[in-house]
């Protein structure tokens, strides 16, 4: 089975909905959420990760309960990256950081990687260097999510500043499939005005060098371009309670469809859909509770009449 090596901080979280309810400590982040969805799907997860240990025991016991792989977690006396995921809606959000891990390094991912392997980069703020990501391209396919380079998890934003822009942009590059929300797009590239302001920011996400481009749109369902062509998918209906981990979720399944049928858009965005639509639809952060299997996901594909 091929690996996906997941990088990026987990966290120790404290959750601020809308009404003012308050949950902590959560395990949060891209990485805890993707791994453990991917694990939960029948992927190959491996966790590679900076933390402290501060960490509760419970958290990586959510790990090992579904299988991910911790062989890339050090732990150090640095401390782990700790924070305040404020909801003003539930669709709009901010971070505030308390405390952040050490940075991740391409050299943090354990040695005996396999020659086909998919490395799925997902910061929550800049924790893994863009110049990073060129060291792993040459081991295998590179995902990047780019909510921490700038978007919705990030402490600072571009805002379309060039400069602040360069590192970034060289990374796109070096990416096989380039992730991110209109929100985080936003944020790094200021306010697009138009009918199709996501069009505009997977422009300018493909001229950097992104081969494959894949925006989601919180309601209105997911974009997917290569430049050449475009489709939209609508997004799946559901009684919605918690969108904490819908986009890293969304991003799991996307990334488990899109290596079993690469170039077939519908499978793989919709795949990512319906992952997310059985996680928002309970709360708690990262829990093996909230995550489908495979087998759930395809029997809700079926029922939506997409060929599986």
Same mark, same amino acid.
């Given at each position: ?8 901080? *987990? ?26 969805? !991917? ?40 401390g782990s990256t700790r924070n305040r995921l404020i909801y003003q809606t539930l669709e709009k959000k901010r971070v505030e950081y308390l ?7 391409? &050299? ?48 600072? +934003? ?10 970034? +942009?060289?990374? !796109?590059?070096?990416? /096989?499939?380039?992730?991110? /929300? ?8 200021? &306010? ?30 997911? !974009? ?5 062509? /475009? ?64 087998? !759930?996901?395809?029997? &809700?594909?079926?029922?939506?009449? *997409?060929?599986?």
């Amino acid at each position: 089975m091929r690996s996906i090596y997941v990088l990026g901080h *987990i966290l120790i979280e404290s959750i601020v909905f809308p009404d003012g309810q308050v949950l902590e400590p959560v395990l949060g982040s891209p990485a805890a959420y993707s791994s453990v969805a !991917l694990a939960c799907l029948g992927s190959r997860a491996v966790l590679c990760t900076q933390a402290g240990p501060d960490v509760p025991e419970s958290f990586w016991e959510t790990f090992r309960e579904v299988g991910v792989d911790l062989a890339g977690v050090e732990v150090s006396d640095a401390g782990s990256t700790r924070n305040r995921l404020i909801y003003q809606t539930l669709e709009k959000k901010r971070v505030e950081y308390l405390h952040k891990a050490q940075a991740i390094r391409a &050299r943090d991912v354990p040695t005996s990687v396999e020659s086909d392997a998919v490395f799925y980069v997902c910061p929550m703020d800049h924790e893994i260097d863009p110049r990073e990501v060129a060291s792993l391209a040459s081991g295998g396919r590179v995902v990047v999510d780019l909510g921490g380079y700038g978007g919705a998890t990030s402490a600072t +934003h571009p805002g379309g500043e060039i400069g602040a822009l360069e590192r970034t +942009h060289a990374m !796109l590059a070096h990416c /096989s499939l380039v992730k991110a /929300s209109v929100e985080d797009c936003t944020y790094i590239y200021g &306010r697009v005005d138009g009918e199709s302001p996501e069009l505009a920011y997977a422009e300018r996400l493909l001229a950097a060098g992104s081969r494959l481009v894949v925006l989601t749109l919180g309601e209105r369902g997911a !974009l997917v371009t290569d430049g050449r062509s /475009s489709a939209r998918f609508a997004p799946f209906r559901c009684d919605v309670r918690d969108t904490t981990g819908a986009g890293d979720t969304f991003a799991a399944g996307m990334l488990h469809g899109w290596l079993e049928k690469p170039s077939e858009w519908e499978y793989f965005i919709q795949f990512g859909q319906a992952t997310a639509s059985y996680v928002v639809q309970r709360s708690g952060g990262v829990s093996a509770e909230r995550m489908p299997s495979r087998e !759930l996901v395809l029997e &809700r594909l079926r029922k939506e009449g *997409i060929d599986v």
